[in-house]
């Protein structure tokens, strides 16, 4: 048997598998055949004529409806081309997934010939697919969805932000077409968008950065002091912190936009009926912030104070003991132990929270929707408005769809990059282990 | 003496008995003492309290001739020279060993210094830039031992220092803390509850149980004169045989045999009292000629020794004596044996 194998690879040399390797890069299935797999070769053929004889102009016409989005107004509609050009490059990308496949599975057979090892029947093929690729069959309808359900919009509102899809231009009467970065440098050129983008996005920046601050100081000032045994009745003031947790948010939002109504609001007729003038809540820029960020805390602190409560019961009790003999006091104790080790613990969740805040578009929408308005300001953008509430104005209510992405996109990067930053700042993850 | 404890009584809320209940001793200068008991002994509540993480509710404590606790007066942790390391080490994670170590050192300009030298002396002169996390449980045990040794106290308290280390490094950390302790002049104070290690380190060991002193001593008087039958029974093993005084006031008669115990704890007995005699397994032989029979219950081979169970019936009573023997020696379950006591061995107990 061994010396008939010998020959065999002497024979055939180390050729068959490039050849037949290159035959289905040529055209899928020759390779299969020259390796005597003709069952299967034979499906892999038919598979390409039905495919070149059925889709070829379908595709083509698909992609080309990609790159022109469309000729004729009325009769083309943009953003159908578009949409079907993103399935058509998809499908693409399966098709030449399917001949690499085939081109590799040619290369594999073509080896075992070339090593004298029998090349599996049919029946054996498919044995090996299901053994080997049936992990992807399980996880097939789940990457589905997530293409169909993620991955399509956000490619979608990608491709937006290099159109001029706006106002000025909807389908199915106007053609809309690329227009590469202008929507980018319109935000920058553009005196009064310019303006507009660089007052929400400062906004954007404070809002998220003192709401977690500011949640976070309050989390832990709470949790600290109902950390501590002397307190009476801390479990009861516990769970009364957790309330405005436990309801659900939008509805504290809407109660507390009533409360805040600068003329029925309870808040001040309360102020007015012991003398004091009313505040204007909602109707002001820096009240309407104060406001903003007020309810934001209220609504964020249990949380954090939850966490905080579960940090601190983590840190040892040992710990302390061990400064208080030797010598640390009380705000000591704090100073170097409590705060260094909640903070290195919380690091990984302020990042996240930050991110939340950034793109808060509940509390800003509902309380106040983005207000006050601001008169003449570019894409009606108020001034508690953050950037994706702005987002959000921009294509619902002034229709600059091709705005509105370019401002996700830059959202996206901002986000996405202070995170990625974060966690490669914060030593939380590389240290993890060491923290426990 | 360094530190005097005297009536110490400390009383929890909630529970009946008292935790530490009028315990007494003192602790010379540079001597290594061992608290020594079973679980919810009150030892580590003892400890504390010399600490001052706990006042006591009764008694008081002098560290130093000075009164640090008792009914009017009270000194805090930090101003009781006392230097603490604790059961899990208790060191401080964000911190490397230089930090953690002069954590409580104020004059931070001199403080330098000091810290290397502490450290040196523990052996982990090269590891001060490290995070306890990178460091071996033996090594954050020595940190831990440098941050109380740092300020020089006037005493060291081991909570239960080698009981997270494991068996073969424990024996060597042993060994180490207590040349550490000895070469730094420091006065210590263990705890613990492992009997062998308190054997082995210790200049005077204090018996605890239920909150009380069962017996204070030298470990060889521990060992050798058990003055209770707790004590007796927790260090080392021990067969414990009822008996009663003799005429002559001094040997014991008991179903095994008549035994002289020369020791004090008999004394004061009048012929005819009842007493317990604790014999050790070591002082019983398995001999052809030995005078007592007995049917093997038990043998349990551990390496250097073979521990087995004789069960000897005689006319009232059965005894079950646990004797020590060479491992060499063959010896399988059911087997008859005689065995001999050396009576010079025997110490007699109060019940």
Not at chain 1, 59 to 76: C, H, N, Q, R
Not at chain 1, 418 to 427: A, G, H, N, P
Not at chain 2, 165 to 181: F, G, N, Q, Y
């Amino acid at each position: 048997m061994k010396a008939e194998s010998q020959i065999t690879v002497d024979y055939n040399g180390n050729k068959q598998r490039y050849i037949s390797a290159a035959l289905s890069a040529v055209f899928m299935g020759l390779g299969q055949l020259f390796n005597k797999q003709y069952i299967k070769g034979s499906i892999f053929i038919l598979y390409t004529l039905s495919l070149l004889f059925t889709t070829v102009d379908k595709f083509a016409s698909s992609l080309k409806g990609l790159v022109t989005l469309g000729t004729t107004p009325i009769e083309d509609h943009s953003l159908f081309l578009m949409i079907e050009g993103i399935v058509a490059a998809f499908l693409l990308l399966v098709i030449i997934g399917i001949h690499l496949f085939n081109v590799w599975d040619a290369y594999k057979n073509g080896q075992k010939i070339d090593l004298g090892e029998e090349v599996p029947s049919l029946k054996g093929s498919i044995k090996n697919l299901t053994d080997n690729f049936s992990a992807y069959l399980y996880i097939g309808p789940g990457m589905l969805m997530m293409l169909v359900s993620v991955i399509f919009p956000i490619i979608f509102t990608v491709l937006i932000a290099f159109t001029n899809y706006n106002i000025n231009n909807l389908p199915p009467g106007n053609i809309i077409s690329w227009v590469g970065f202008r929507n980018f440098t319109d935000l920058i050129h553009l005196a009064s968008w310019r303006a507009t983008f660089v007052r929400v996005f400062s906004w954007t920046v404070v809002w998220a950065v003192l709401s977690t601050f500011m949640s976070y100081a309050t989390g832990l000032f709470l949790a600290i002091v109902l950390n501590n045994p002397k307190i009476k009745f801390r479990h009861i003031f516990r769970t009364v912190m957790m309330i405005s947790w436990a309801i659900p948010g939008f509805i504290s939002m809407l109660i507390w936009r009533g409360l805040l109504n600068v003329r029925f609001g309870h808040i001040n007729r309360m102020l007015t009926s012991i003398g004091f003038e009313a505040i204007p809540w909602l109707n002001e820029a820096m009240w309407a912030r104060v406001s903003a960020l007020g309810v934001n805390l209220w609504l964020s602190f249990p949380f954090t104070m939850a966490v905080c409560l579960g940090l601190l019961q983590s840190i040892p009790g040992e710990l302390y003991e061990a400064a208080t003999v030797d010598g640390a006091t009380g705000l000591q104790k704090f100073k170097s132990i409590t705060l260094p080790l909640v903070l290195k613990q919380l690091a990984p969740l302020l990042i996240m929270q930050f991110a939340m805040q950034f793109n808060n578009f509940g509390i800003i929408y509902l309380l106040n929707n983005g207000g006050p308005a601001r008169f003449g300001a570019a894409g009606n953008a108020g001034d508690t408005d953050i950037l994706i509430s702005w987002v959000y104005k921009l294509t619902l209510e002034v229709m600059r769809f091709d705005y509105a992405a370019a401002v996700s996109i830059l959202i996206f990067f901002m986000v996405g990059g202070f995170s990625i930053w974060q966690f490669v700042r914060t030593k939380s993850f590389k240290e993890e282990e060491l923290v426990q | 003496m360094i530190i005097e404890l005297s009536n110490v009584t400390k009383n929890f809320s909630g529970f009946e008995v008292p935790a530490v209940n009028k315990v007494s001793f003192g602790v010379e200068a540079g001597q290594i003492v061992t608290l020594l008991g079973p679980s919810g002994c009150g030892k580590t509540t003892l400890l504390r309290l010399i600490a001052g993480l706990e006042r006591p509710s009764d008694g008081e404590i002098v560290i130093r001739g000075e009164r640090v606790a008792s009914k009017d007066s009270w000194i805090p942790p930090e101003k009781r020279s006392v230097g603490m390391v604790f059961q899990d080490y208790a060191l401080f994670p964000h911190l490397s060993v230089e930090e953690n170590v002069g954590f409580g050192l104020k004059d931070k300009k001199g403080s330098k210094a000091k810290i290397l030298e502490t450290l040196e002396l523990v052996g982990l002169a090269s590891q001060v830039k490290k995070y306890p996390a990178e460091l071996s449980g033996g090594q954050q045990q020595r940190v831990a031992l440098a941050r109380a040794l740092v300020r020089d106290p006037a005493v060291v308290l081991l909570d239960e220092p080698f009981s997270n280390l494991d068996m073969s490094l424990r024996e060597k950390m042993r060994r180490d803390v207590t040349r550490i302790i000895r070469k730094s002049n420091a006065t210590a104070i263990f705890v613990t509850h492992d009997q062998e290690e308190a054997l082995s380190i210790s200049d005077k060991i204090i018996v605890m149980n239920e909150g009380k002193v069962e017996q204070k001593g030298t470990p060889r008087e521990i060992y050798e004169i058990p003055e209770t039958t707790f004590v007796a029974s927790f260090v080392g093993q021990s067969n414990l045989v009822d008996g009663i005084i003799d005429s002559d006031g001094k040997s014991v008669i008991t179903d095994l045999g008549t035994f002289s115990c020369q020791h004090q704890h008999t004394k004061g007995k009048q012929p005819g009292d009842k007493v317990t005699i604790s014999i050790r397994p070591n002082s019983l032989k398995v001999d052809p000629q030995g005078s007592i029979e007995g049917i093997v219950e038990d043998v349990l081979y551990k390496g250097d020794i073979t521990d087995i169970v004789v069960r000897v019936s005689l006319d009232e009573k059965t005894y079950n004596l646990l004797v020590h023997v060479n491992p060499e020696r063959i010896i399988k379950r059911g087997d008859e044996v005689s065995i001999n006591i050396m009576p010079t061995c025997v110490a007699g107990v109060a019940k």
